[in-house]
């Protein structure tokens, strides 16, 4: 295997890492929009399906960017600091969901006893925690991304460097 064919094939590797970086990130922001649409809808029709669904998504998201990190720790990656970071940003963001979720319950348990004037700040409250979860969990898979693309395209730049010297 020639040093021109690792170079060629890391360089190809490297343009694909970024242009899917690049699509990848608008389509968080994107999707993030989305799901505020969608709790506004849901606001409406106190239904908590999508809310748990999205608590279970960002925990999940938040553990696989925890475990990243111990990794990048363990390998004494300067980013590591920055991962759990983003991990515990996910992290809060489904705990911003479930609190959202408990606030949306307790609007539809009191819904029958109390007038919608009194019900109005807890529907403030709830659609501010949802807005938090909304920017905190693209804020974290954003940076997330920034930090595995930086170390990714440094480590494919130390194996080409490896491999021509």
């Known amino acids: 295997m020639s040093i021109f064919s690792v170079l060629k094939r890391t360089r190809g ?4 890492i970024r242009a899917f970086i690049a699509v990848l990130r608008p389509l968080i922001w994107t999707l993030g929009l989305v799901y505020l649409l969608t709790e506004a809808r849901e606001m409406f029709d106190l239904h908590q399906y999508t809310s748990i669904a999205i ?7 938040a553990s696989f960017q925890m475990r990243v990190s111990l990794l990048l720790m363990r390998l004494k990656n300067q980013y590591a600091i920055d991962a759990y ?16 979720a408990a606030i949306d319950f307790c609007i539809k348990s009191l819904q029958g006893d109390f007038t919608e004037i009194l019900l109005a700040p807890l529907f403030v409250i709830g659609w501010l925690v949802n807005l938090s979860s909304v920017i905190l969990a693209p804020l974290s898979v954003e940076l997330f991304i920034k930090i595995i693309s930086i170390s990714l395209l440094k480590d494919l730049r130390n194996v080409s460097a490896e491999t021509s010297g």
Not at 13 to 16: A, I
Not at 85 to 100: E, K, P, T
């Open 13 to 16: 590797l490297t343009l694909l």
């Open 55 to 61: 608590f279970t998504v960002f925990i999940l998201v």
């Open 85 to 100: 970071r983003a991990g515990m940003f996910m992290f809060v963001a489904s705990l911003f969901s479930m609190f959202d």
